[in-house]
């Protein structure tokens, strides 16, 4: 039986020798993977899904205001066209690299597994080789920090409490990550141990008493200075928050060319364009 430590290596070797190992199914993994796009198509790009405010195991380590404006139904900022491309060419991929799991010889089961944990749903990715994997597309620096194993120390997204709970469903005590950097195409492997964790169940069922006290949690990041310009800028995770002109209605926007910065606080009137109309419903 193949190790998931070796599931990189495998992966590459299929890409570079154009062929999968051997006793493969490649017909049915090739199927898998058809069936798996027409699904993205279908199901996810050309079907309307209710908005649902509930807890899910995806959202669970997710920020509490972030959590506690969702249950209210605050309005949220509308996604734009790029990322909405985003997250359907970040759904491809992982199904992608799943199905080239699958080629290179690894044994891929429990893909889309119901998981439930004191009443809190959601849905894995998959087991590789007997270990609870969650298949991740992220930038170059968000890739860093799976390969450098610094995703304990530094997970504004939340991925250690989503993982730890499909742990949880499965009575596992560890579970990883199988990481593509969308940029450069590298891939890399995370795993951690949950063993000396607080119970993920503790962290759930504060999660739905808070959710439902009227008092706002508090603010989750700092503002963060902008270099030497005495400006003051959101925070990383902030700036990606749906809900960010709640808890900064006089945020403004400006066009850098890396992307729009959010600065709370101006204090220098940035050299670049200012976006009046981010928030406007697009
Ligand atoms: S904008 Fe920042 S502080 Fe406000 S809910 Fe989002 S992450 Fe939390």
Same mark, same amino acid.
């Given at each position: 039986? &193949?190790?998931?430590?070796?599931?990189?290596?495998?992966?590459?070797? #299929?890409?570079?020798?154009?062929? *999968? *190992?051997?006793?493969?199914?490649?017909? &049915?993994?090739?199927?898998?993977?058809?069936? *798996?796009?027409?699904?993205?198509?279908?199901?996810?790009?050309?079907? @309307?899904?209710?908005?649902?405010?509930?807890?899910?195991?995806?959202?669970?380590?997710?920020?509490?205001?972030?959590?506690?404006?969702?249950?209210?139904?605050?309005?949220?900022?509308?996604?734009?066209?790029?990322?909405?491309? !985003?997250?359907?060419?970040?759904?491809?991929?992982?199904?992608?690299?799943?199905?080239?799991?699958?080629?290179?010889?690894?044994? #891929?089961?429990?893909?889309?597994?119901?998981?439930? #944990?004191?009443?809190?749903?959601?849905?894995?990715?998959?087991?590789?080789?007997?270990?609870?994997?969650?298949? &991740?597309?992220?930038?170059?620096?968000?890739? @860093? !920090?799976?390969?450098?194993?610094?995703?304990?120390?530094?997970?504004?997204?939340?991925?250690?409490?989503?993982?730890?709970?499909?742990?949880?469903?499965?009575?596992?005590?560890?579970?990883?990550?199988?990481?593509?950097?969308?940029?450069?195409?590298?891939?890399?492997?995370?795993?951690?141990?949950?063993?000396?964790?607080?119970?993920?169940?503790?962290?759930?069922?504060?999660?739905?008493?808070?959710? !439902?006290?009227?008092?706002?949690?508090?603010?989750?990041?700092?503002?963060?200075?902008?270099?030497?310009?005495?400006?003051?800028?959101?925070?990383?995770?902030?700036?990606?928050?749906?809900?960010?002109?709640?808890?900064?209605?006089?945020?403004?926007?400006?066009?850098?060319?890396?992307?729009?910065?959010?600065?709370?606080?101006?204090?220098?009137?940035?050299? #670049?364009?200012?976006?009046?109309?981010?928030?406007?419903?697009?």
């Amino acid at each position: 039986m &193949k190790k998931i430590e070796d599931l990189v290596d495998d992966i590459y070797k #299929v890409l570079v020798k154009n062929e *999968a *190992a051997e006793g493969v199914d490649v017909d &049915k993994i090739v199927d898998n993977f058809g069936e *798996a796009m027409k699904n993205i198509l279908k199901n996810q790009l050309l079907t @309307k899904h209710e908005e649902s405010n509930a807890l899910r195991m995806s959202s669970i380590g997710k920020q509490d205001r972030y959590l506690w404006y969702r249950h209210r139904n605050y309005k949220a900022e509308s996604m734009t066209p790029a990322t909405l491309m !985003k997250f359907l060419y970040g759904h491809a991929t992982e199904e992608l690299v799943l199905a080239l799991a699958a080629l290179s010889g690894h044994e #891929v089961t429990h893909q889309q597994h119901k998981a439930e #944990v004191n009443g809190i749903k959601g849905s894995m990715d998959c087991v590789i080789d007997g270990m609870l994997i969650d298949v &991740k597309t992220a930038s170059s620096f968000g890739f @860093k !920090k799976f390969k450098e194993g610094n995703i304990r120390n530094d997970d504004p997204f939340g991925y250690i409490d989503q993982l730890r709970g499909y742990a949880e469903s499965l009575g596992h005590e560890e579970g990883g990550w199988l990481v593509i950097d969308k940029a450069a195409g590298h891939l890399c492997t995370h795993f951690e141990n949950f063993k000396y964790d607080d119970p993920i169940t503790e962290r759930i069922d504060y999660l739905k008493c808070m959710v !439902k006290d009227d008092n706002i949690p508090e603010q989750c990041y700092d503002l963060v200075p902008e270099g030497k310009s005495g400006n003051m800028k959101l925070a990383m995770a902030c700036s990606y928050c749906i809900y960010k002109q709640h808890c900064f209605p006089d945020v403004k926007v400006f066009a850098y060319s890396t992307g729009p910065r959010f600065l709370a606080k101006v204090e220098n009137y940035p050299k #670049v364009p200012e976006i009046y109309d981010y928030f406007d419903d697009k």
